[in-house]
C-alpha cells in the first residue's frame, strides 16, 4: 500500500462520512475529494464577537442570545456573540508524485468569507505545507492547520475592547447587499449548535430548582436566557390565562423578560396555547381603534376601518359603520340602535316579534336596509382590502 493510500483510509476512519470523501478517477488514476473543516475559536477567546452596522440588518433572526449595541468611531452597530462557526469546504487533488515531492493542490469555498480572502488563506495554507519534511503526507496536517488558525492567524482576525476577536462585517465584506447575507449565515448557525447542545445537556429550572433537568425538557427564554423547565412554565402559563385578556403577554418569572410567542408554543399545550393566543389577538384588537369585529351574529371577521363610518367583513361581505355597528349609512348621522344583521338571513328579531304579521313586516324591513346598505356601499366605492386581516 502506498503511502498516499494509507493516509487515505487514515482520515477515512478518522472522520465521519458526511465530513470527508474522496474518489479516484479511473482514467488518470487521480484521487479528488473533500474535508468540511469547521474552524475552532481560539482557546483563549470566550467566543467570537461579530459586528455590523445597525443600519446594514434589516430582517430580523434566530440568535441564542441577543446582540449587543455599541458605538464604535461614531458608528452605531450591534455586536453578535457566537461560539460555532459555519464550515469551510476544502476541494483537494492529489499529483501522482504526492506526497514525494509535490504537495495538495487546494480550493475552498465559503458563504461567510469573500472570494479573495480564501484565495489569501490558500496562499498561506501552500506557503505552510511548503515547509514540510518532503515526502511526508500532509493532508490531516493541512486540515487542522486550517480548522485551529483561522482566526489568529489565516484571517489576521484583532481583539475588541473586551479581549474578544471581533470580526468586522463592514470590512470583511464590501457589498452591502452581501453583509446581511452574511451576518445571518453566521447567526443561524451558531444558533442552531448551541440548541443543539443545549437540549443533549443538563441544566437547572430557576422555578422548581431542579439541576438535574435535560435541556430537551427546558425551555430557554432568548430574551434573558434564564431556563426553567417545561412543566413548572405550563403550570405558569395556567395561571396567567386565568387571568383574562388583560394578564398580557407572559413573561421571565424571574425578570419580566417577554416570553416570545414561538417560545410560548414550544412548551404549552396545544389548548393551552390555542387559548393563550386567542388572548392576546383579544386584547391587540382591544388596542387597535382602526380594528373591528363584524358585528353579523355567527359571524367572526376582523375588520379593518378605512373610513370613520366604513369597514367591511372579509369573511361575509357585509358592510357596516365601524362607529355605531349598524348598517353603512354614507352622509347619514350614526342611528342610536347598531343592527346585528344573522349571517344567514339578515335579521334581527327579537323572540316576541318572531311571530304575527308584525315580526314579519320586521323582518322584510331590515332585509330590505341591509341591502340598501350594500348598494350605498357599492355606489360609493369606497376602496376596502379584500384579504383577511
Given amino acids: 500500500m502506498s503511502q498516499q493510500e494509507e493516509e487515505l483510509k487514515t482520515l477515512s476512519l478518522l472522520y465521519e462520512p458526511e465530513?470527508?470523501?474522496?474518489?479516484?478517477?479511473?482514467?488518470?488514476?487521480?484521487?479528488?475529494?473533500?474535508?468540511?473543516?469547521?474552524?475552532k475559536i481560539p482557546h483563549d477567546s470566550a467566543s467570537l464577537?461579530?459586528?455590523?452596522?445597525?443600519?446594514?440588518?434589516?430582517?430580523k433572526f434566530n440568535s441564542f442570545t441577543q446582540p449587543q449595541f455599541h458605538r464604535l468611531n461614531n458608528v452605531f452597530c450591534k455586536v453578535y456573540s457566537v461560539e460555532h462557526l459555519p464550515p469551510i469546504m476544502v476541494s483537494f487533488k492529489l499529483p501522482s508524485d504526492y506526497p514525494t515531492t509535490t504537495i495538495p493542490v487546494l480550493s475552498l469555498e465559503c458563504a461567510w468569507i469573500m472570494p479573495d480572502r480564501l484565495q489569501s488563506i490558500i496562499d498561506q495554507l501552500n506557503t505552510y505545507l511548503s515547509t514540510r519534511e518532503v515526502g511526508e503526507p500532509c493532508l490531516w496536517e493541512c486540515f487542522e492547520f486550517l480548522e485551529s488558525n483561522l482566526i489568529c492567524t489565516l484571517l489576521g482576525l484583532e481583539r475588541d475592547e473586551s479581549g474578544v476577536y471581533a470580526y468586522d462585517i463592514e470590512e470583511a465584506v464590501p457589498s452591502r447587499r452581501m453583509r446581511e447575507h452574511v451576518l445571518t449565515v453566521m447567526v443561524e448557525n451558531d444558533n442552531a449548535e448551541r440548541w443543539k447542545h443545549f437540549k443533549e445537556e443538563k441544566v437547572g429550572c430557576l422555578i422548581c430548582a431542579d439541576d438535574e433537568k435535560m435541556g430537551c425538557d427546558c425551555t430557554r427564554i432568548t430574551a434573558c436566557g434564564h431556563v426553567a423547565c417545561n412543566d413548572c412554565l405550563r403550570e405558569a402559563l395556567a395561571v396567567h390565562i386565568a387571568e383574562g385578556m388583560m394578564a398580557g403577554v407572559l413573561r421571565c418569572l424571574h425578570c419580566k423578560s417577554v416570553i416570545e410567542l414561538n417560545e410560548v408554543k414550544e412548551f404549552a399545550t396545544p389548548s393551552q396555547f390555542e387559548v393563550y393566543d386567542g388572548l392576546l389577538l383579544q386584547r391587540s384588537l382591544a388596542l387597535m381603534s382602526d380594528v373591528v369585529r363584524c358585528p353579523r351574529r355567527g359571524c367572526s371577521g376582523i375588520?379593518?376601518?378605512?373610513?370613520?363610518?366604513?369597514?367591511?367583513?372579509?369573511?361575509?361581505?357585509?358592510?357596516?359603520?365601524?362607529?355605531?355597528?349598524?348598517?353603512?349609512?354614507?352622509?347619514?348621522?350614526c342611528s342610536l340602535r347598531p343592527a346585528e344583521p344573522e349571517v344567514g338571513g339578515g335579521t334581527n328579531v327579537k323572540p316576541e316579534e318572531g311571530k304575527g304579521k308584525g315580526g314579519e313586516k320586521k323582518e322584510e324591513e331590515e332585509e330590505e336596509e341591509e341591502k340598501a346598505g350594500f348598494v350605498r356601499y357599492e355606489e360609493e366605492e369606497v376602496p376596502f382590502p379584500s384579504g383577511s386581516i
Fill in 19 to 39: 465530513n470527508f470523501h474522496f474518489s479516484k478517477n479511473p482514467e488518470t488514476s487521480l484521487v479528488s475529494g473533500w474535508y468540511r473543516a469547521y474552524p
Fill in 49 to 59: 464577537h461579530i459586528r455590523i452596522r445597525v443600519s446594514s440588518q434589516t430582517r
Fill in 303 to 333: 375588520c379593518l376601518a378605512e373610513d370613520d363610518n366604513l369597514a367591511r367583513c372579509p369573511i361575509c361581505q357585509h358592510a357596516f359603520c365601524p362607529r355605531c355597528m349598524g348598517l353603512f349609512h354614507s352622509g347619514r348621522p
